[in-house]
């Protein structure tokens, strides 16, 4: 039998450019109980569903097409909005770890991951993002 999930606390935005990747990742983070706010695939896509949307972290893919990548969307995303971003990523070389590490991430899975990863990410996002606030307040 399946374990029943509660529904939990928590508005995840997906950036991912890889379309049956994006709804496989929406699936998993739906059948985890939280509210998916959207689907973005693109760096300027994600900060404008970020702004109209008001999720409380972004799942970001760092290698996305286009002028913007995963880790300058994510730059822009926790300067403007303080949203905290986690990481989804095939590529976890020593050069993009290290750029992806100035935009102070949430998180940083490697891909491929499965329910544990993300949801473990995912609450502990949640968590410390929680923290911080508390703590400025």
């Given at each position: 039998m399946a374990e029943e999930?509660?529904?939990v606390e928590g508005r995840i935005l997906v950036v991912e450019d890889e379309h049956i990747v994006a709804m496989g990742i929406k699936k998993m983070v739906k059948s985890?109980?939280?509210?998916?706010?959207?689907?973005?695939?693109?760096?300027?896509d994600a900060i404008s569903k970020d702004e109209s949307t008001f999720p409380d972290v972004v799942l970001m893919d760092i290698m996305l097409k286009g002028d913007m990548d995963?880790?300058?969307?994510a730059?822009?995303?926790?300067?403007?909005?303080?949203?905290?971003?986690?990481?989804?990523t095939a590529y976890s070389d020593n050069k993009i770890l290290e750029r992806?590490?100035?935009?102070?991430?949430?998180?940083?899975?490697?891909?491929?991951f499965d329910e544990n990863d993300l949801h473990s990410s995912i609450?502990?996002?949640?968590h410390r993002h929680r923290k911080e606030k508390e703590k400025t307040e």
């Open positions: 999930r509660k529904k985890l109980g939280y509210t998916v706010t959207g689907v973005a695939s693109s760096g300027k995963g880790v300058e969307a730059g822009e995303i926790r300067e403007r909005f303080d949203v905290p971003v986690v990481y989804l992806a590490k100035k935009t102070e991430p949430f998180g940083y899975i490697v891909k491929p609450e502990i996002a949640l």
